[in-house]
């Protein structure tokens, strides 16, 4: 018991220190912001601790700032800093609630349950500003649809008889995504992007249509509505 | 331009001071054939000029003296060539849509009365270079009446780079003299070796040059050694004497994206430059196609398959577009047509679509060197 007293002692200490010298250095958009978080007052007292590489800050609810963390909640926050470190780029804000449940919230998203050791909620729907890693991923994955997207429409394997989407419409020109919905004169109905896609691949390429929630189909709409990216809406046009 | 530019109000006007026979001209107006509609365009004109609306010029009438001049040949047309182009077969019988077209644009040809002197092909006769998709090919331009001058395109070249096609149809480059015409046909569809390096089969380097929009592969040129022999071999040419080149790529840069482009156009442009009159009949481009450089005139080609979206930058001025094709009609936007050969040389290019009017450009047209204006067009097709 005097042991884990020590260690938390010194460990506090050190990062104590840290937290003072790290004052020094310029801080990150992130960092600034998390400092603003610390400052606010909701009625908790909290005390704040960061870890070394600045990305990482555990708060301490319950503990006003500036005071002695009890030693056995000391030792919490060192291995939970300990635990998150495991994840070396990541900005992670560390909550431990007065009833020692813990919550985090990594790149800026919002807080969710964490237990030490296990995986850290990283892509959510963030209310925060992405970060430049969580742009990456997004891109990575809306690139991937977008390519198989691409990959079909040079494809003739939707259809019969050797003909592909691309064959009419190189660079995906003249599919006008951006009209629909409209009222389709020949379908007799209002039609949907998806529905012309389809006639297409009825008609033309002599294939079989897809189901509105085949892959396939949402693939070639990425590929499509990607490469008008930037035009804007006009439904109902013709 | 057989069909006039009159807009829905001025025809309405017209029609309010109608006589029971103009109204059904005016009626006809919308599908009417050649002879017909220059029929109706003169009885119109004199009609609308009586009723003040506007003058008879504003109808930009077009070889009235021609169609007078009927049922004979026009007296300066020195002869005619049909043409028809990027075929695109599949080498899947003759239920394919694209054999039914082919097949068609032949009955086409065979119907026309004068027939032509002889038929140009501009290109693309197969889709993906196979040797049974050129010999369905070869078939079913066997059946034209007349004689057959054929190009390669891209899609008849980089399975076996060209080795089946020059088999069934000769060289690729060649020149005649017609009727006082000189013409030369060369391959502006040779592409800087891509595959070697990428150690691409031919199946795939076929692939990714019939892929319009395929970035993976080089852009078209007519290349040097070509250019070398063209020089040459126009240097023996008097440079009064009316010149027409059949190429496959238009033979001036327009969207370098799509290969609606040839990499050392300007150098073939200087080559053909000295002539007095000189016009470039392309394929490629599946569409209504009209430039001119210098005192070079340049003319698309219809595709029998399928039309192609106009690219969406570098449209020459001198194209008047067509109008967006309708997908759920399959003829549409595709054809057929013919080149009639004034005895100046200068040329009436004619395009017969399948499924609406018909469009000329005429030599007059092009002579008065002025940049038409939109007609009937409401706005681009991409």
């Known amino acids: 018991m005097k042991v884990r007293w020590v260690v938390g002692s010194v460990l506090l200490g050190a990062l104590a220190l840290i937290l003072l010298t790290g004052g020094l250095k310029r801080e990150s958009n992130g960092e600034r912001e998390r400092r603003a978080l610390v400052g606010a007052s909701d009625g908790w007292a909290s005390r704040a601790v960061w870890a070394c590489d600045r990305r990482k800050l555990v708060i301490v609810e319950g503990v006003p700032a500036g005071a002695r963390i009890p030693p056995d909640r000391a030792q919490r926050v060192a291995d939970l800093l300990t635990d998150l470190m495991r994840y070396c780029s990541e900005e992670i804000t560390a909550k431990i609630a007065v009833d020692q449940m813990i919550t985090v919230a990594a790149n800026g998203q919002v807080y969710e349950n964490y237990v030490p050791g296990g995986p850290l909620p990283i892509v959510k729907a963030s209310t925060g500003e992405p970060t430049r890693r969580e742009r990456m991923i997004w891109k990575a994955e809306l690139d991937r649809m977008v390519a198989e997207g691409n990959r079909l429409f040079h494809s003739d394997a939707l259809g019969t008889n050797g003909l592909a989407c691309a064959m009419c419409h190189p660079d995906a020109a003249n599919t006008h995504p951006e009209t629909y919905p409209k009222f389709q004169v020949q379908l007799k109905k209002v039609a949907l992007l998806r529905d012309m896609v389809n006639w297409c691949i009825q008609n033309p390429l002599e294939g079989q249509p897809l189901s509105s929630d085949d892959a396939r189909l949402r693939a070639l709409e990425a590929y499509i509505l990607a490469k008008r990216s930037g035009t804007p809406l006009h439904a109902g046009k013709h | ?382």
């Not at chain 2, 394919?96 to 004068?114: G, Q």
């Not at chain 2, 066997?142 to 069934?168: C, N, S, T, V």
């Open chain 2, 1 to 382: 331009m057989y069909r006039n530019n009159l807009t829905r109000k001025e025809i309405e006007r017209a029609l309010a001071e109608r006589s029971p026979e103009d109204e059904g001209l005016l009626r006809s107006l919308q599908s009417c054939d050649r002879r017909h509609f220059l029929r109706v365009s003169l009885k119109f004109a004199g009609m609308a000029a009586a009723a003040g609306i506007f003058q008879p010029h504003g109808f930009q009438l077009v070889n009235v003296a021609h169609a007078e001049a009927a049922p004979g040949e026009p007296p300066d047309i020195a002869f005619r060539f049909a043409y028809v182009s990027d075929t695109h077969l599949y080498a899947r019988g003759m239920s394919h849509r694209f054999a039914k077209a082919a097949l068609k644009s032949v009955e086409d040809v065979n119907a026309l009365d004068p027939q032509p002197d002889f038929v140009f092909f501009g290109g693309d006769l197969a889709q993906r270079c196979r040797p049974d998709e050129l010999e369905l090919g070869r078939q079913i331009l066997a059946e034209l009446k007349a004689p057959l001058r054929m190009i390669p395109g891209e899609h008849d070249w980089y399975f076996d780079l060209g080795q089946k096609w020059r088999e069934m149809f000769g060289p690729d480059r060649y020149a005649f003299d017609h009727k006082g015409v000189h013409f030369v046909a060369i391959n502006s569809i040779i592409e800087k070796d891509f595959w070697t390096a990428k150690g691409y089969t031919p199946a795939e380097r076929m692939d990714i040059v019939a892929g319009l929009d395929d970035g993976r592969q080089s852009r078209f040129e007519v290349g040097a050694e070509q250019r070398a022999w063209l020089k040459q071999h126009l240097a023996t040419v008097d440079r009064k004497t009316p010149l027409i080149v059949f190429s496959h790529s238009p033979l001036y840069k327009l969207y370098r994206p799509w290969n609606f482009w040839t990499d050392d156009a300007e150098q073939v442009q200087a080559i053909l430059q000295p002539f007095e009159r000189v016009t470039v009949i392309h394929g490629h481009t599946h569409q209504v196609l009209t430039n001119r450089i210098g005192n070079i005139d340049f003319h698309g080609l219809l595709s029998t398959a399928w039309p192609w979206p106009y690219a969406p930058q570098g449209l020459p001025e001198y194209t008047v577009q067509m109008r967006r094709s309708d997908p759920f009609d399959q003829l549409d936007g595709c054809g057929d047509g013919r080149v009639d050969v004034h005895t100046n040389g200068r040329v009436d290019k004619h395009y017969h679509f399948w499924s609406r009017n018909p469009r000329v450009v005429t030599a007059e047209e092009m002579a008065s060197n002025t940049i038409p204006g939109p007609r009937g067009y409401d706005g681009p097709s991409y």
